[in-house]
């Protein structure tokens, strides 16, 4: 029954930056395989970027490659999307996902896989 919390949501211009956090909501520091996914009103969910349990195994979608960055404070408990050169098309609701399972060996992009979830935060990028 872990909820997840995601901040860091707004609006920001084309080209601008935008950082995105993700914890769980009882301030709780697990460290789980984790997963940032984004959905447009009548789109499927779309998989951005996933990290393992060991920090050492992760995926990033092509679509934003080399723009955005995910990462881990496990000290904070706190998982981050780091985005630039934000786009238009990057309008969403981001989504973060933690996989329930104390040892992932490779993180999964598929939505199925994850059993907790956060509310979401809305990106608007516009001008």
């Known amino acids: 029954q872990v909820q997840l919390v995601e901040s860091g949501g707004g609006l920001v211009q084309p080209g601008g930056s935008l950082t995105l956090s993700c914890r769980e909501a009882?301030?709780?520091?697990?460290?789980?395989?984790t997963a940032w996914f984004r959905q447009v009103p009548g789109q499927e969910r779309e998989a951005l970027s996933c990290?393992?349990?060991?920090?050492?195994?992760?995926f990033i979608a092509d679509s934003v490659k080399g723009r955005f960055t995910m990462s881990r404070d496990s000290a904070k408990g706190t998982v981050y999307l780091q985005m630039t050169n934000l786009k238009a098309e990057d309008t969403a609701v981001y989504y973060c996902?933690?996989?329930?399972?104390?040892?992932?060996?490779?993180?999964?992009?598929?939505?199925?896989?994850?059993?907790?979830w956060g509310q979401g935060t809305q990106v608007t990028v516009s001008s």
């Open positions: 996902a933690a996989d329930s399972r104390p040892v992932v060996y490779s993180c999964s992009m598929r939505v199925g896989i994850y059993d907790y």
């Open positions: 009882s301030g709780t520091s697990t460290v789980r395989a």
């Open positions: 990290i393992n349990s060991s920090d050492d195994g992760t």
